[in-house]
């Protein structure tokens, strides 16, 4: 995937939109309850608006796993 022109975002930008710790997400990436992100060439994590989605949608399911929206 070729991120030149591609908004990227760093592991502490994602956790505060996304609102969970840095253990909770590396957890969700090592039980591949997520897929894991592109690491830049030293080797950081960077994120993409769709990776931030992605995220934020298995946050969802885990808050509302009915689908209920309360």
């Not at 990227?8 to 039980?31: H, P």
């Not at 592109?38 to 509302?64: A, C, G, P, Q, W």
């Amino acid at each position: 995937m070729n991120l030149q022109h591609t908004k990227i975002y760093r592991t502490k930008e994602v956790l505060k939109l996304i609102g969970i710790s840095r253990a909770t997400l590396y957890n969700w990436f090592r039980d591949k309850k997520v897929e894991d992100v592109l690491r830049d060439r030293n080797n950081f994590r960077v994120f993409t608006e769709s990776d931030i989605k992605r995220i934020l949608e298995y946050k969802n399911i885990l808050k509302h796993p009915n689908g209920d929206n309360l």
